[in-house]
Nanobody
């Protein structure tokens, strides 16, 4: 069973940047996604990338500010977050799915999850 471990979270001022990483314990051809969950809110989709990196999908709230990428040789997926806003504050989770299906924006499409990393954006 592949395990996912996120890193790179922290405290940053509004307008700043962070890069999250998600390392998989083994080689995987899964599509990889990022979700986030703010206190008192439901977990929401952020971005997804297939194994081929041929296409990427983003939530409207992060489009133009966040970039998802992956390095298959390192079994790692990244989320570059720029122009951060206080409303981006959340625990960010990495997740793996067999492919980027029609419901890529729902957490039920993903079968493997990391434990999350906290991102806090101060105003």
């Amino acid at each position: 069973q592949v395990q996912l471990v996120e890193s790179g979270g922290g405290l940053v001022q509004a307008g700043g940047s962070l890069r999250l990483s998600c390392a998989a314990s083994g080689r995987t051809t899964y599509a990889m996604g990022w979700f986030r969950q703010a206190p008192g809110q439901e977990r929401e989709f952020v971005a997804v990338i297939p194994w081929s990196s041929r296409s990427t999908y983003y939530a409207d709230s992060v489009k133009g500010r966040f970039t998802i990428s992956r390095d298959n040789a390192k079994n790692t997926v990244y989320l570059q977050m720029n122009a951060l806003k206080p409303e981006d504050t959340a625990v960010y989770y990495c997740a793996a799915a067999p492919l980027v299906g029609s419901y890529y924006y729902t957490d039920r499409a993903y079968s493997i999850w990391g434990r999350g990393t906290q991102v806090t954006v101060s105003s």
